[in-house]
């Protein structure tokens, strides 16, 4: 039996957080894009100093998710002014949840999304929303699970690409 855990990230962990961010943006993403736009977005989105900001912005939470004390995901909520989109008061944003691909259908994103899902309820928001990357099916299908709705579009810019996410809701 694994022992799971949701914890909440400190700025004590950044260099963890950098290192969990890193990896588990490259393995989703590397193949279907340039080595230097990946390189580009690794280096400038998940610097300490970067990371760091977003630790000590109290309107962004991050947690781990760990089995057996290892740590396999993550997860990054915003609300209020800190969204990255929409900026309501009455949503929670899931700005990244990502799981090592390893621990990949292994019920670790629904924990984490699970996660999200109380931390929204316990604000009172009325709905939860994300952005996906229109080519990641696998995504797209997960969040549709759980009960997630497409309601827009919006342009996301990885090193110099200009790519197309899918903007999804759940209202609670």
């Not at 961010?21 to 690794?42: C, H, I, P, W």
């Not at 962004?60 to 290892?70: D, G, P, R, T």
């Not at 929409?86 to 292994?106: C, M, N, P, S, T």
Request: some cysteine; hydrophobic content about 40%.
């Amino acid at each position: 039996m694994h022992n799971t855990a949701v914890i909440k990230v400190s700025i004590a962990a950044v260099e963890q957080l950098q290192s969990i961010s890193r990896q588990t943006f490259f393995e989703s993403y590397a193949d279907r894009n340039t080595a230097e736009n990946m390189q580009k977005y690794l280096t400038e989105v998940f610097s300490i100093e970067k990371l760091s900001e977003e630790l000590n912005n109290p309107c962004s939470e991050f947690y781990f998710a760990n089995i057996n004390k290892q740590t396999i995901g993550y997860l990054k909520i915003n609300y209020a002014h800190a969204q990255t989109e929409l900026k309501d008061e009455h949503a929670l944003e899931i700005e990244r949840i990502y799981v090592l691909k390893e621990f990949q259908g292994k019920q670790m994103g629904q924990l984490l999304f699970a996660k999200a899902l109380q931390l929204a309820k316990e604000r009172k928001s009325t709905y939860l929303w994300l952005g996906v990357w229109e080519n990641n099916t696998k995504a797209i299908s997960f969040y549709k699970k759980c009960g997630m709705i497409e309601f827009d579009k919006h342009i996301f810019v990885l090193g110099e690409d200009k790519q197309m996410d899918i903007l999804m809701k759940l209202e609670l």
